[in-house]
């Protein structure tokens, strides 16, 4: 059976993540917890479940809370089973929103495109999700990946490393995208 993930967005009460966070390192089935950098407001954390979703409650009860919006997550390719997050770097949430019917399609070029990324910018490809469709059916995904700072990621938008064209192929399928980046925290406490 494939593990489960939730994705949870957790909008927190001014100057609490400290609180918030050594509230959530203690709750089992944690293996990411996240603060935003890029496009994320300045009060929401992010935090990554796997097989755990009776820690949401937990999670809701944590100080400082004021509201979460959570996803449901399904692991396509990635992440393998057991795969820990890297620390350091950033990690960039790219969300997309694909043509209908074409989720498998997405994720089969994004796998392909991969083995030449990974190989040329220091980064890892952590997971690519699948999320409940839109109302419309459109395919929705989530891929998070570790970049080893912002300047990696800025050297990776250049295409030209990508002789297949995978990556704009991809693109021709994708409705809208939307990626914001963060650090981790620590989940010793």
Known sequence: MAQRYDYLILTLERGRLPDFAKAARGVPGVIGLFQGQLGFASNEAVVLLRDAPDAIAAL???PGVAGVSAEDLTPTVRPAGGKQLKRGGIYVHRWFV?????????????NKAWENFEGSYDTEIF???TAPPAQDG??????????????VWEQSRDQTRDPA??????????RSTIGKSSVTLSLES
Do not use: N, P
């Open 60 to 62: 809701r009860a944590a």
């Open 127 to 129: 997971g690519l999700f």
């Open 165 to 174: 064209g995978l990556f704009v192929r991809r693109h021709a399928l994708t």
């Open 138 to 151: 459109a395919g929705r995904l989530l891929l998070l990946t570790w970049y080893a700072s912002h300047g």
């Open 98 to 110: 694909v043509d209908e019917g074409r989720t498998e399609d997405f994720v089969a070029l994004s």
